[in-house]
């Protein structure tokens, strides 16, 4: 079975992107940190959202994550 991967789009000292990835980790997904910051592009569509979560390419989250919506996905 192939692992679950999931993109976290985040910035340094942001305490919901670290619950965002240790309740990504959790649900056995595989994690690539983004840090927006260092994007400009990505710091305009991010900015205020972090963080933001991609799973299979497909934007799910922003903000907090639902543990609920996360186990139906």
């Not at 919901?16 to 569509?45: S, T, W």
């Amino acid at each position: 079975m192939n692992q679950r991967r999931a993109t976290l789009y985040t910035r340094q000292g942001c305490h919901l992107c670290e619950e965002a990835h240790a309740l990504l980790v959790r649900h056995g997904f595989q994690v690539e940190l983004v840090d927006i910051d260092a994007n400009p592009i990505l710091k305009e569509r991010y900015n205020q959202c972090v963080p933001v979560v991609t799973i299979d390419g497909v934007e799910r989250f922003r903000g907090r994550i639902d543990p609920r919506l996360l186990r139906r996905l």
